[in-house]
């Protein structure tokens, strides 16, 4: 193998429910998390995407989210998008368009959900 060669990295996303996040692990390092409020009957709040600042800009986010939102699915929930990144993901794909809870969809993308942050103080 070159130099140049790289081995893929493995991940594994956990569901940490004691912190409210889903957790993205790559070689057994913590990567990323996503904030979460699990509501009833089946509804997550998608609130906040953090990146290991170590590990900014290689795609930590994008690969977390598409993997919470299988996981989500496979658990037959919907979904809320409250945090800019998740409804910045959602707005540039239809993948997922079955996932958004049609009652409360949360923001229709990045701008809206960094308007209401702003507006909100948070």
């Keep these: 193998m070159s130099s140049e060669?790289?081995?893929?990295?493995?991940?594994?996303?956990?569901?940490?429910?004691?912190?409210?996040?889903?957790?993205?692990?790559?070689?057994?390092?913590l990567v990323g998390w996503l904030y979460y409020t699990h509501l009833k009957p089946n509804r997550y709040a998608l609130l906040h995407t953090e990146v290991e600042s170590s590990h900014r800009h290689q795609g930590v986010a994008g690969a977390m989210v598409r993997q919470v939102l299988d996981e989500i699915r496979a658990r037959a929930g919907t979904i809320t998008?409250?945090?800019?990144?998740?409804?910045?993901?959602?707005?540039?794909?239809?993948?997922?368009?079955?996932?958004?809870?049609?009652?409360?969809?949360?923001?229709?993308?990045?701008?809206?959900?960094?308007?209401?942050?702003?507006?909100g103080g948070g």
């Design 5 to 29: 060669e790289q081995v893929p990295a493995t991940e594994a996303l956990m569901d940490n429910t004691d912190q409210g996040r889903f957790e993205l692990h790559r070689d057994g390092d």
């Design 81 to 119: 998008a409250i945090c800019p990144f998740v409804a910045d993901y959602l707005s540039r794909t239809t993948t997922y368009a079955d996932l958004i809870d049609a009652r409360h969809p949360g923001y229709s993308d990045r701008a809206a959900a960094e308007s209401a942050r702003e507006k």
